[in-house]
Nanobody, 121 residues
């Protein structure tokens, strides 16, 4: 079965950086677009970034950069200049085959368990 496992979260000071990883298994990774979302306490889950099969990326903020290494079945999220408002659980997800809406939660069919990112001094 499809499994997505995020890692790399933690406590970081404002202005710092983090690289989150999402290791995928049980799928032909190179055939699927992937995405990152986040959910802060009391808020809805929101789109952060997505990457297509060909490597085309979408992100809502310039501080976020998504990348993938198909040979490692892994998608990454680099977050720079972290702010306290970036505090959230970050989730990776697999986008449905042939989906064309990277920002829509409904277009993703498998999700990881999430990794906590806390930005605080």
């Amino acid at each position: 079965q499809v499994q997505l496992v995020e890692s790399g979260g933690g406590l970081v000071q404002p202005g710092g950086s983090l690289r989150l990883s999402c290791a995928a298994s049980g799928l032909t990774f190179s055939s699927y677009a992937m995405g990152w979302f986040r959910q802060a306490p009391g808020k809805e889950r929101e789109f952060v970034a997505a990457i297509s099969v060909s490597g085309t990326t979408d992100s809502v903020k310039g501080r976020f950069a998504i990348s993938r290494v198909n040979a490692k079945n892994t998608v990454y999220l680099q977050i720079n200049s972290l702010k306290p408002e970036d505090t959230a659980i970050y989730y990776c997800a697999r986008r449905k085959f042939m989906s064309t809406r990277p920002e829509a939660i409904s277009e993703y069919d498998y999700w990881g368990q999430g990794t906590q990112v806390t930005v605080s001094s």
